[in-house]
């Protein structure tokens, strides 16, 4: 059996809290009064030196909301009970809103939510077998960043299903800290 339970994994298999976690990452719907100055061909989808801050957005949606939202260390949350977002939160995006793009001053939050990440403690994929739990196969730790690699995932999760080799099997396999990422960079 396979279990890809994303943010619910750690509900699911609690013995995995050590090495994956739920976190949540705050989501807002600014509702600007003039719209039709964020279409795409003035405001496209962007990225504010994401790598550091987090922070990203997109052009105005089709119920005239701007959707901002910020990639980071997220807030421990479980899935089941908390989905509500913290509301010091709003200090944090109006702040950068208004920082940002000054114009969008005094925009009101039409809305706000969190989505779910299932972080893994080193930001890889885990992928394999739980130990000690015959045929049972884990795979999970998308870390904010299993959509783009859905195209790959199927085929990676049925080679360890089936036993296959490939060549990042050592960084998503079962681990503790320090380990995978090390051991791969090794092999190469
Ligand atoms: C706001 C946000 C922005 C993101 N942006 C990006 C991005 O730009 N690029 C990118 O690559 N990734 C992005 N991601 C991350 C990406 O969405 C996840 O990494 C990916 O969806 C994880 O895939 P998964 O299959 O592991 O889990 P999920 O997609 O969460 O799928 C898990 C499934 O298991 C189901 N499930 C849970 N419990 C049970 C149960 N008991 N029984 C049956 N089914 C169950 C759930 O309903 C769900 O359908 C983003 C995520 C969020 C929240």
Redesign the pocket.
């Given at each position: 059996m396979i279990v890809?339970?994303?943010?619910?994994t750690p509900?699911?298999l609690p013995w995995m809290r050590d090495a994956v976690k739920c976190v949540g990452?705050p989501?807002y719907y600014f509702q600007p009064d003039n719209p039709e100055l964020y279409l795409p061909d003035r405001f496209p989808p962007w990225a504010a030196d994401i790598a550091n801050t987090g922070w990203y957005g997109f052009p105005v949606q089709p119920d005239g909301t701007l959707k901002i939202?910020n990639?980071g260390a997220g807030i421990p949350v479980d899935p089941k009970n908390d989905t509500a977002v913290p509301a010091e939160t709003d200090e944090l995006f109006v702040g950068f809103l208004e920082k940002t793009f000054p114009q969008l001053t005094g925009t009101r939050i039409k809305s706000r939510r969190l989505?779910?990440?299932?972080d893994s403690f080193d930001g890889d994929f885990w992928i394999d077998w739980v130990p000690d739990f015959e045929g049972l196969l884990v795979?999970?730790g998308?870390?904010?960043?299993?959509?783009?690699?859905?195209p790959m995932m199927g085929s990676l999760i049925a080679d360890r299903f089936e036993g296959k080799a490939n060549e990042w099997e050592s960084r998503f396999r079962w681990r503790g800290i320090g380990e995978g990422r090390a051991e791969a960079a090794r092999k190469k």
């Open positions: 890809a339970a994303g943010a619910w509900t699911l990452q989501v939202a990639h989505c779910f990440y299932c795979a999970t998308g870390s904010g960043h299993g959509f783009k690699f859905a």
